[in-house]
């Protein structure tokens, strides 16, 4: 038994990933693996550079920056990378390229999850729901008042989706029956079928700042979108307008949104993502009563993260074949 399982490829999994996708590595009996058992903090990237050396294949997670020493400590058996996330800017792309190792990863699982979740941190955001929780349990709840805590409504709005893939339809198709009135969206090009879906007006990057009373970020990030959502964006904005972040903190410029937020520029924002994560506790956004910050939660139900797990394990284990992966990220 031994000796047959030392034949087996060798594989790291990063961390204590969710039950359906360990049981499909145990399972598969493809593969021997190791693990970082704990959810509760990242593997130290000392240890990590000790575990990949020699693997075949290497599961992780979004904490893991995946570049070039990363993949010399591994060497050259490394022939799949697997993450368990649908963005992949902690992947240093061109190296795994240059290396010739095959990437999966986990988009579709988890349009759902973030974008119900994008809808409750902006139904939040505008209507203000946490300083309003807040005041009706520390005292603040005088009379009712005819202008207290009052927000804006997405009915008869526009709202302006950055980015439109898979996760700016979803959003815009749970968005419609709050009686939107227009759905606008700018990307690098026009993307006509998705925006036939939702009904939706391409527009510049200018005409989107200035137009939309809520607008939501749904773009990878890339070097060409780093810190796209700063002084020039918010600038443009109205002073009634709410901004939702569900894709990543690096999108935005914080000091820029901080200066919008706290000078009114824009009304409120809503961030799921921010730079760094953890947010440390004493960020000045934290100050900002028009600004609601999530723990970066998005895909966080026990379905999606399940769902997310196993696709991630399937792709591992297709790419360790040599066969196609369901998800495998075009290099
Ligand atoms: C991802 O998958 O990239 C999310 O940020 C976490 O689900």
Known sequence: VQREMSTLPRVYVTRQIPPEGLKILRESGQVQFELWDSDDAPVPRKELLQKVKGVDGLVCVLTEKIDAELLDAAGPNLKVLSTMSVGFDHLSLDELKKRGIRVGYTPDVLTDSVAELTVALLLTTSRRLVEATHEAKTGGWGTWRTLWLCGYELANSTVGILGLGRIGVAIAERLAPFKVKKFIYTDIAPRPE??????????????LAKQSDFLTVCC????????????????????????????????????????????????????????????????????????????????????????????????????????????????
Do not use: W
């Open 194 to 207: 998705l925006a036939s879906i939702i009904n939706a007006e391409y527009v510049s990057f200018d005409e």
């Open 220 to 331: 990878a990030l890339t070097p060409e979108t780093k810190e796209i959502c700063n002084k020039d964006l918010f600038s443009k904005m109205k002073n009634t307008s709410i901004f939702i972040n569900t894709s990543r903190g690096g999108v935005v410029n914080q000091e820029d949104l901080y200066e919008a937020l706290s000078t009114g520029q824009i009304a409120g924002a809503g961030l799921d993502v921010t730079v760094p994560e953890p947010l440390p506790t004493n960020h000045p956004l934290f100050t900002l009563k028009n600004c609601v910050i999530l723990p970066h939660i998005a895909s966080a139900s026990y379905t999606t993260r399940n769902a997310m797990s196993a696709l991630a394990a399937n792709n591992l284990l297709l790419g360790l074949r040599g066969e196609p992966m369901i998800k495998e990220l075009k290099l």
